[in-house]
């Protein structure tokens, strides 16, 4: 099936500062891509997401973009909050995979306060 | 609206036991994911309802895993007999059709001793 690789593993930013998470694919026919952010005990809850034919989407102080060329996504967190601590998985949907979502390893993200 | 229910929120047997879990969708939610989450990973998906027909459970251990959606709403996943190996989050998830956003319950953890 269709590999995602999500970096870094681990990030440490301080309030205010701004994060950014990184996945790449192989698979060109991969055609949506959401985000999820997942508290201690809870579900992973979708926080945005973008579709193959639009290179950058912005939700309040997060924002996606795509590069279709280079296989590559990214989350930007601008003027983090303690609230942001949680851990992040990208994921992504193939035309050709039976519409399943095939996620990242995941990023655990920590604020500092 | 409500979100995706799960129940129970733990479970903890011992192996060779059977346990079940129990999933309410999103009202209108046609499509409906049983995932399973091994600690420090990222969802796996096991099978995929339409209405209450499964159109993908090729990753499913169909020899000790079961699943229904009777009626195309509730949906049970069982596991009979439970495996040391079986132990992770169950996630259920759903959305509106096959190609809109998912949307996941907290999960059942699942413990085997």
């Known amino acids: 099936g269709e590999n995602v690789e999500q970096h870094p593993s681990t990030l440490s930013v301080q309030e205010g500062d701004s994060a950014v998470i990184k996945c790449t694919y192989s698979?060109?026919?991969?055609?949506?891509f959401p985000w999820y952010k997942q508290e201690l005990g809870k579900g992973p809850q979708l926080i945005i997401d973008?579709?193959?034919?639009?290179g950058e989407k912005k939700d309040q102080r997060i924002a996606v973009t795509l590069n279709k060329t280079a296989k590559h996504f990214s989350l930007h967190i601008t003027e983090t909050q303690p609230e942001d601590s949680a851990v992040y998985f990208c994921?992504?949907?193939?035309?050709?995979?039976?519409?399943?979502?095939?996620f990242g390893s995941g990023t655990q993200l920590t604020v500092l306060p | 609206e409500a979100g995706v229910v799960q129940s129970p929120r733990y479970k903890i047997i011992e192996k060779k036991q059977p346990v079940a879990f129990w999933c309410n969708p999103i009202?209108?939610?046609?499509?409906l994911y049983w995932y399973r989450q091994n600690l420090g990973q990222g969802p796996e998906l096991l099978i995929r309802?339409?209405?209450?027909?499964?159109?993908?459970d090729s990753q499913l251990p169909k020899d000790r895993f079961s699943a229904e959606r009777l009626k195309g709403v509730d949906s049970t996943l069982k596991i009979q007999p439970a495996e040391l190996g079986d132990s992770a989050v169950y996630l259920c998830?759903?959305?509106?059709?096959?190609?809109?956003?998912?949307?996941f319950g907290d999960g059942t953890r699942l413990s085997i001793l």
């Open positions: 009202s209108g939610h046609n499509t």
């Open positions: 994921a992504l949907v193939s035309s050709g995979s039976a519409r399943q979502l095939t």
């Open positions: 698979d060109s026919a991969s055609n949506y």
């Open positions: 998830a759903s959305s509106v059709s096959s190609n809109q956003p998912q949307h």
């Open positions: 973008i579709r193959s034919n639009v």
């Open positions: 309802y339409e209405n209450e027909e499964a159109v993908d």
